[in-house]
């Protein structure tokens, strides 16, 4: 059994990204196929969370995140009522170290050209607008066949699948599986942030939530949930009014936000949908990792991380020399049970702070105004132990 001296990485997004530039400061070769042609970004802005923080340490680019993004001074965020009165507030630990905020939110397409930024100081190659077509991993060869979209073909001594949700990758070790709608869908926009608005902010309405929340100095994004049974397809035109409409119950600063929502091409909107891959997320020299094997619902704000997380860990045991079959058992002993558990506590979160009947608004606000404090204590707790 031979160490792993050539990797290939099959998707150029969070995970695919941070991988190739911890495999490459290792001096361990990589190569990432990507099937868009180009980095088109969909999202608004997102949570760069304290454990993924601590985890891109190893990669050099903590300091632009911080530098790019935003975070409050104080490591605080607040939960508010459907009308803006403040519930509670949660101070945050700073789990990658006193000198850096608990939490960065930071615009999604800035992070990816952070990520871009260093993979391209490595001189990681990146194949646009290809991908895997075919994987043959026969355990009596000396290392993995794969045949590219484009006709190509190379031999490595591990793949790994870091092509999202819809991974083509996790179909051709284990068959098609579709993600798994929850019931709800998030509705996202970026907009200018007025000057006095230095805060996060998480409002509560019957069977829906807002977020305002801050992603540079100048700008914040609106993160809406909404039940949305059936998972509609909405005109794409219809949007700014949905959206508007949805969201209409909210006050505090919300009014003044939610009017500026005109345009289509200013709504993302999403089902949010799960992946739960049953173990080992491992087939001989094949692994999967972040969304593509534990995609989860956004109410802890952790996908990101978790993947994050996924990748640092891979890089370390890919380092000690060691051939994929020790590693990716290893490994996944390390990965399973912190990334199940964040993806159900996250949406038991969501899930209980959605529900909707006679009196279960006042029952949600009163249950937060006497207990978040204590719950993102000890989640963040959790998040802070060794991966």
Known sequence: MASIARVLIVGGGIAGQTLAVALARRGIFCETVEIKPDFQIVGAGMYVQGNALRALREIGVVEAIVERGWHPADDRFFTADVN??????????????????????????????ILQEAVGRTGVRVRMGATVAAIDDDPAAAGVAVRFSDGTADIFDLVVGADGIR??????????????????????????????????????????????IPIAADH??????????????????????????????????????????????????????????????????????????HASAPFWAQGAS?????????????????????????????????????????????????REGPGVYEAITAYLAANMPKEVAARFAKFAEPI
């Open 84 to 113: 803006g009165a403040r519930l509670a507030h949660s101070r945050v630990p700073r789990i990658a170290g006193p000198e850096l905020p608990a939490t960065v939110t930071i615009r999604r397409r800035v992070l990816h050209d």
């Open 167 to 212: 991974s083509s990758v996790r179909t051709m070790l284990f068959g098609r599986s579709d993600p798994v709608f929850t019931g709800y869908a998030n509705w996202r926009v970026t907009l200018p942030k007025p000057a006095d608005l230095d805060a996060i902010t998480w409002m509560m309405g019957r069977g829906k939530s807002l977020g305002i």
């Open 220 to 293: 914040l994004y609106l993160a809406g949930v909404t039940k949305e049974p059936g998972n509609p397809r909405y005109d794409r035109a219809e949007l700014p009014r949905l959206m508007r409409e949805k969201f209409a119950e909210f006050g505090g600063a919300a009014p003044a936000l939610l009017v500026q929502v005109q345009r289509p091409e200013q709504v993302v909107y999403t089902a949010i949908e799960e992946v739960t891959q049953p173990a080992p997320w491992h087939r001989g020299r094949v692994v999967l990792v972040g969304d593509a094997v």
């Open 306 to 354: 978790m993947a994050i997380e996924d990748v640092i860990v891979l890089a370390e045991l890919i380092a000690t020399g060691r051939p994929a079959e020790d590693i990716l058992p290893q490994w996944m002993a390390r990965r399973y049970d912190r990334a199940v558990w964040v993806q159900q506590g996250s949406l038991e979160t969501g899930e209980r702070g959605h």
